[in-house]
């Protein structure tokens, strides 16, 4: 038994005024990354689910980064990682608040949601994207 995705609402890390609700993508295969400029596993995962992202259908597939503001040292720190870095649409988590709606344990943290809306599969900082590529790969 999949449990519903909760749903959120959250600013663009690079737009604050531009906010990005995930209703608005139910009917496609969400993947979230949960992340923090300092962690070195972050700086490993983000560039592969980069190269992942250009590959992806995005009719399909939603494919979305979070700053999990309340784990950075400072702000400023995310949004430079994110220009550097990042091409795929990026969000700022209010300090930590969807990063625990989504009951996260450490950074990066994954989630994959279904096209119905449920949570398919959670990864933790322990997770490989192999492991992650292949879930996603059962209901793409």
Sequence with gaps: MNKQAPLFELPYINNHSTIYKLEEDLGKVIVL????????????????????FKTMDHNKVKMLTINVTGRERNVEEGIEFTGKFLTQPTLSDEGRYVYDLYNCDGVPSTIIINQQGDIHANFDDQ?????????????V
Excluded: H, N, Y
Aim: hydrophobic content about 40%; glycine content about 6%.
């Design 33 to 52: 990354t949960f992340w923090a400029s300092w962690c070195p596993d972050c700086g490993k995962d983000l560039p592969m689910k980069e190269q992942l």
């Design 127 to 139: 997770s490989s994207f192999l492991d992650i590529v292949s879930k996603l790969g059962e209901i």
